[in-house]
């Protein structure tokens, strides 16, 4: 009797985890999205007009005039579409857990979106940086001295967006052990 | 004959593809290795000094200059130690075809590798765009305009770092796969 148990106790936990990783795998690309969606949203609408002017400059920062925050908003914008797309294959990994082939796809993609993910991060965060502390040896302005509020948001986007990122180390993580338990 | 024969052509590429994976897994590395090793001495080594001079300032860029480079030396180094260290786990994963808890650890550490490299070489990147075209907007004077032959080492390294970025893709893929066969 006690030798039957120990298989049966072996088994149990592996088929549970089995059933539990594609819900957490669900999840996470859930609060992912929102947190791509987020930063994309609060890059995009990031701006700030300064209360005063000259006779033919109006003082107004916007995304728009840096090309790596462009960059940042699109590669934000695709991934959180891919998330939402993703859903219903990481709902038929849920449905069904013999699904191989297509779990491998998803790694791939997966991958894919990491990158792209991580570079819109890690490019806007270097000009964020460069925007927060500016280059004396390049003669780069710090222009967050007068775009107070403007570098408030454009930070806080980078960082949702980092926060994407690592979600994204656990996704693949969990990928490759949902497809060690066939 | 024939029925006996089916189930002998499907198992043999398995097989096969079991014994290959990690020796493209092995090479794949070396290249990453050299590749990021490459970009770190290329960025690190790069130095410019202007052929005129004032009294008191001399027109000189070196990549310590810039954050941004320095992170990028570092993340490149990082990843150029751990994928020579990752290549005795390689070579383990080529002996004993059947471990598959070091497999899961490697996709773990790779994609963490991974993120680092891409951070590095996406910042590098939106520096070295930033050198090149300047920014009218944020008033960022575009310093390649100067410095000709600093921004051509700095660019041609950040290459071979999304080179790497390529590969390390390869590599998470090669993983999953490997994992799958068990």
């Not at 959180?80 to 849920?94: E, N, T, V």
């Not at 791939?108 to 280059?135: E, K, P, Q, S, Y």
Request: glycine share 4%; with cysteine; net charge positive.
């Amino acid at each position: 009797m006690k030798v039957s148990s120990v298989p049966k106790d072996v088994v149990e936990p592996s088929k549970r985890t089995k059933r539990v990783l594609p819900v957490i795998d669900f999840l996470v690309r859930i609060v992912a999205a929102i947190s791509t969606l987020g930063s994309a949203l609060s890059m995009g609408t990031a701006r700030e007009t300064l209360p005063f002017r000259t006779q033919f400059v109006k003082f107004r920062a916007v995304f728009e005039d840096l090309p790596t925050f462009v960059f940042f908003v699109l590669s934000n914008s695709i991934v959180c579409a891919y998330l939402l797309l993703s859903l219903a294959l990481s709902f038929f990994h849920i449905v069904s857990s013999s699904a191989l082939k297509s779990r491998i796809l998803m790694v791939l993609l997966d991958t894919i979106m990491f990158g792209l993910l991580t570079m819109g991060a890690a490019a806007a965060a270097a000009i964020v940086f460069l925007a927060h502390r500016g280059n004396p040896s390049a003669n780069w302005f710090p222009i967050c001295q007068q775009y107070n509020y403007f570098c408030q948001r454009i930070s806080g986007s980078v960082i949702g967006s980092f926060m994407a990122v690592i979600l994204f180390m656990i996704l693949i993580l969990l990928s490759a052990i949902s497809i060690s338990k066939h």
